[in-house]
């Protein structure tokens, strides 16, 4: 039987008493609950209804984070339909939150480890109700059976992904707890609504928290360094150039180092390739290790061999290629687009016919990635998102202008100007690319409808 959440938006007070039931019941640290409110229209703002939404697991039932996650710390509870975490297997890679649409795994620092709600399973076990629904005082959290369609309309914070959660909400009636305008004029309380500098109200949307450069450094140097290495592999198949073995084995070596460092629990670092079926987690750490140990071959064993060192290029491609897939799974708000110039596949055939000198692979795929990095500048302008000006003609000017400019011809001076002018212009579009993702949670996208309905307030105005 596949329990469910039911939740009546009319009903919820935000008094939090689910929140305090779950931290007491499992024993929580305030500072990581599993339950979280979320208030839409928190400022109150005139004509936008008001109302709270309660959110911790929604035990979907194709769910991503047990998908998704390399070392197979998930498993369904076949009597309950719970989503559990088995933290003695999980590795605390945190990839689980990244793909999880409602933010529900949390990392617990001290563990090392993910953990979530588990629909208190030891009390479903027992016939008991979760501790967050016996202690709703208003009826607005309940427990029921999964029923397939069960939601009817948008829900703002709750972000539709297909991912068949076990909730069903009850929708708020219209015009529920809508604030009325106040006794001034309709122009006065929009002027409230305006920033100081502007026409437009001030933006409520959150910023992604869930990945970032500050957090994610490491793993922007392993991509890094992986597109370089597999890049560095294309180049001497394609034109023996020669490449130094103990360097380019220290680097990789470095990466895959750099690569465990955030994992809460390293040494069950080996857990990461079990998923290999459905993860591109475990796929790209598989296809990179295979990649250094055919490189290996191939650069002290049989540095001749076309076929070893064909094999040891296509493996490497292949974990550029699972990199990237490893972030679009991620779910992202908007229409994402499939290629970004920072894309490490279109970076690791860019460096391969730059290390080789092949002008025809540098120029293509470099005239790829400026498209690229063009088109989301342009956009970024438009929707009013840091475009970065002075970083952005620092990455067109040394990886685009200086190679053009000084050619590619490996037998010259200038050709080393122009590989450090790539390299640093890779280098800043990857950071920018960790810099600029965007990660669907519920305040998110609370906070994007909320903005939508203050816009559109503003232009009615407006009209009027």
Not at 96 to 111: E, H, L, T
Not at 240 to 264: D, E, K, Q, R
Not at 349 to 369: D, Q
């Amino acid at each position: 039987m596949q329990h469910s959440f039911i939740f009546d938006l009319n009903k919820c007070t935000g008094c939090q008493a689910c929140q305090v039931a779950c931290l007491i019941e499992n024993e929580l640290a305030l500072q990581r609950p599993w339950r979280e409110i979320h208030t839409f229209n928190e400022a109150r703002y005139p004509a936008i209804p008001l109302f709270h939404l309660s959110l911790a697991c929604n035990h979907c039932l194709d769910a991503p984070c047990m998908k998704y996650c390399p070392a197979l710390a998930y498993s369904r509870d076949p009597a309950t339909g719970a989503v559990i975490i088995a933290q003695d297997a999980c590795i605390g890679c945190k990839y689980c939150s990244w793909v999880c649409p409602y933010d529900a795994p949390k990392f617990n620092p001290a563990a090392g480890v993910m953990e979530k709600c588990t629909f208190c399973n030891h009390r479903l076990q027992e016939g008991l109700e979760p501790a967050c629904v016996a202690l709703c005082p208003t009826g607005a959290l309940q427990i029921g059976e999964y029923a397939e369609n069960g939601n009817t309309g948008s829900i703002p914070g709750f972000p539709e992904t297909g991912i068949r959660p076990a909730i069903r909400f009850i929708p708020l009636r219209e015009g529920t707890r809508a604030p009325e305008y106040s006794a001034s004029p309709a122009g006065e309380v929009m002027a409230s609504l305006r920033d100081r500098s502007g026409n437009s109200p001030p933006s409520p949307r959150a910023p992604a928290t869930k990945i970032g450069l500050k957090s994610e450094w490491t793993l922007a140097a392993f991509t890094l360094i992986a597109a370089a290495l597999a890049g560095m592999a294309g180049a001497k198949l394609l034109s023996g150039v020669a490449v130094n073995p103990w360097a380019f084995l220290a680097a990789g070596a470095a990466g895959m180092g750099l690569s465990t460092i955030h994992l809460g629990k390293k040494f069950r670092a080996w857990r990461a390739i079990l998923n290999w079926r459905n993860s591109w987690l475990s796929r790209e750490i598989i296809f990179f290790s295979v990649f250094m140990g055919l490189a290996a071959l191939y650069l002290l064993v049989w540095p001749g061999s076309k076929l070893i060192g064909g094999m040891a290029a296509l493996a490497g491609f292949a974990a550029l290629f699972s990199i990237d897939k490893v972030y679009r799974v991620i779910p992202q708000p908007g229409l994402t687009p499939s290629w970004h110039s920072a894309g490490v596949l279109l970076t690791g055939l860019c460096l391969a016919g730059l290390f080789s000198g092949n002008g025809l692979l540098f120029g293509l795929a470099g005239l790829v990635k400026l498209g690229l990095y063009a088109h989301r500048k342009i956009r970024f302008q438009k929707q009013g998102r840091p475009a970065r000006p002075l970083l952005s003609l620092l990455r067109v000017g040394l990886g685009f202008a200086l190679p053009g400019l000084v050619g590619l011809e490996i037998s010259t001076g200038a050709f080393g100007y122009a590989a450090a002018g790539v390299m640093v212009g890779e280098i800043i579009d990857r950071c920018e690319y960790y810099l600029e993702l965007e990660v669907v949670t519920p305040r998110r996208q609370m906070g994007t409808e909320l903005e939508k309905q203050l816009e559109a307030m503003v232009r009615a105005e407006e009209v009027v």
